[in-house]
């Protein structure tokens, strides 16, 4: 492809994708939430698999 090719690709992308969105107060404590749970999981897992597994 030549460079005139590339910057109108480039050209098209940018106009479709447009700004993105700025996040909700909830999405964000959603996020939070959801890393919270998952560190909580595999902390309990963690333990479940010493505790029955390797010992």
């Not at 590339?6 to 969105?21: I, M, R, T, Y």
């Not at 996040?23 to 029955?52: H, K, Y």
Request: cysteine-free; overall charge negative; aromatic content about 10%.
């Amino acid at each position: 492809m030549s460079d005139i090719d590339n910057a109108q690709v480039q050209q098209s992308a940018e106009e479709l994708l447009g700004e993105a969105e700025p996040w909700e107060a909830w999405e964000t404590r959603l996020v939070g939430w959801s890393i919270g749970i998952a560190v909580v999981g595999l902390v309990i897992l963690g333990w479940l698999i010493n505790t029955f597994l390797l010992h």
